[in-house]
């Protein structure tokens, strides 16, 4: 929904100029905790046996837009989560069960401009074939 700012002159009301949202933090954690990311990880390769992984992202100035985190696996789009922000400074944060393989999180605005992205290899990394 569009802010609106009445202008005196002619008693009209227009669309405010919409305040760009910008990106304070965006982490890869194991979990969230009291609205803080917990056990945040910042290896590019994790072992097989991890199961969830919880994409953390805080916004400033973008109170009434969304975000979008996509969450694509060995390159095809698993989940496009949009998460409204609901204040000027606002977390939040989608999770994924997720399985052995390549992993791209992406976080974007509601135009399609990417503002995050983080890779990682879950399980072993294969060798190529001689």
């Not at 194991?30 to 945040?40: C, K, S, W, Y």
């Amino acid at each position: 929904m569009p802010r609106w700012a009445w202008i005196g002159l002619l008693g009209l009301a227009l669309p405010a100029l919409a305040q760009d949202l910008q990106l304070a933090r965006s982490l890869l954690c194991r979990d969230v905790v009291q609205r803080e990311p917990a056990g945040i990880i910042e290896a590019e390769q994790l072992p097989a046996g991890v199961d969830k992984l919880v994409l953390f992202t805080e916004i400033k100035d973008g109170s009434g837009q969304k975000v979008h985190h996509r969450w694509y696996h060995n390159g095809e789009l698993q989940a496009d989560v949009a998460l409204r922000i609901g204040a000027d400074r606002w977390r939040t944060w989608s999770e994924k069960k997720v399985s052995p393989g390549q992993w791209r999180l992406e976080v974007l605005n509601d135009g399609g401009d990417l503002l995050y992205q983080r890779t990682l290899t879950l399980g072993p990394v294969e060798s190529p074939s001689p």
